[in-house]
Nanobody
């Protein structure tokens, strides 16, 4: 059973950076594709970044492409989301979730399960 815990959120000025961590309860995280999602108040949850289990390839939503970078350290059972050039519209609760097996990230977000509790990111001056 995969359990995920997000951390690293906080308050940051516009233009600033944060790195979120998604830590897994298992030692076989490389068997999972991991996605990062966010949900702003009054809005639906949206997928923002994904890293494949198949080949380590990545996929980004248009809203974050070029600013966010997803990476994984399987030895530490952790997936990271480096967020640069943050803007107020990036304010949201950020979640990670996983898909077990050989999975290629393609922009379809409906397969993800085992959600963490989320970490709040607030971008404001």
């Amino acid at each position: 059973q995969l359990e995920l815990v997000e951390s690293g959120g906080g308050l940051v000025d516009p233009g600033g950076s944060l790195r979120l961590s998604c830590s897994a309860s298992i030692s076989t995280l490389d068997y999972y594709a991991i996605g990062w999602f966010r949900q702003a108040p009054g809005k639906e949850r949206e997928g923002v970044a994904c890293i494949s289990s198949s080949d380590g390839s990545t996929f980004y939503a248009d809203s974050v492409a070029g600013r966010f970078t997803i990476s994984r350290d399987n030895a530490k059972n952790t997936v990271y989301l480096q967020m640069n050039s943050l803007q107020p519209e990036d304010t949201a609760v950020y979640y990670c979730a996983g898909v077990v097996g050989y999975y290629f990230c393609s922009g379809y977000w409906g397969d993800f399960r085992s959600w963490g509790q989320g970490t709040q990111v607030t971008v404001s001056s």
